[in-house]
């Protein structure tokens, strides 16, 4: 009885003396995205860029439409001279 006890007690502090020690840092998920690094991460670039180019591109037809209504011919608007 004492020879078992002490073999578990020799165990136990055999496994807890294995392992990593000081502060563990959390793993990548195994699925999903990971969390992001803040305005260095890669995605979130990429996204910025996204954005600014949509938005260059709307304020570009934003103002072709813009000269095109300022462009009209006198013969759309009606002024016709019969």
């Known amino acids: 009885m004492i020879r078992t006890v002490s073999m578990l007690a020799l165990a136990g502090l055999l496994l807890a003396a294995c392992g990593l020690r000081g502060p563990l840092e959390r793993p990548m ?3 999903g995205d990971p969390p992001r ?3 260095d991460d890669p995605r979130t670039i990429k996204e910025l860029e996204e ?3 949509a938005e260059a591109e709307a304020a570009k ?3 072709q ?3 095109a209504a300022q462009t009209t011919p006198a013969a759309e608007a ?3 001279p019969q």
């Open 29 to 31: 998920p195994l699925w």
């Open 37 to 39: 690094d803040g305005p």
């Open 51 to 53: 954005k600014a180019q």
């Open 61 to 63: 037809a934003a103002k």
């Open 65 to 67: 439409a813009e000269a």
């Open 78 to 80: 009606g002024d016709t």
